[in-house]
């Protein structure tokens, strides 16, 4: 098992900037990759950005793209996601995920571990 804890969220205006971070702990090797996904009232679930754990590998969604910086500390087991340039668009609560397999991909259901979120609202 993976437990995952995220922080760092909370409420800032339109154009501040925001630090997720989620700390890993458990079996932390069984993951190879970490996601950060983002789900706001009333829409589904959808991905943000990822990172591979070994080598830095980054994905990210378009809407975040040049915003968002996904990055890892392997010797804290922990993700960080920097968030700037915030916009109302991007108040959601934020989870972050733990994969197995070792391709990244956006697609929530490849992910095995999940915590529980912390949201993020941003004013206008």
């Known amino acids: 098992q993976v437990q995952l804890v995220e922080s760092g969220g909370g409420l800032v205006q339109a154009g501040g900037s925001l630090r997720l971070s989620c700390a890993a702990s458990?079996?932390?090797?069984?993951?190879?990759?970490m996601g950060w996904f983002r789900q706001a009232p009333g829409k589904e679930r959808e991905f943000a950005a990822a990172i591979r754990w070994t080598g830095g590998s980054t994905y990210y969604a378009d809407s975040v793209k040049g915003r968002f910086t996904i990055s890892r500390d392997n010797a804290k087991n922990t993700v960080y996601l920097q968030m700037n340039r915030l916009e109302p668009e991007d108040t959601a609560v934020y989870y972050c995920a733990a994969r197995a397999g070792y391709s990244i991909t956006y697609y929530g259901n490849d992910y095995d571990y999940w915590g529980q979120g912390t949201q993020v609202t941003v004013s206008s």
């Open positions: 458990g079996r932390t090797f069984s993951s190879r990759v």
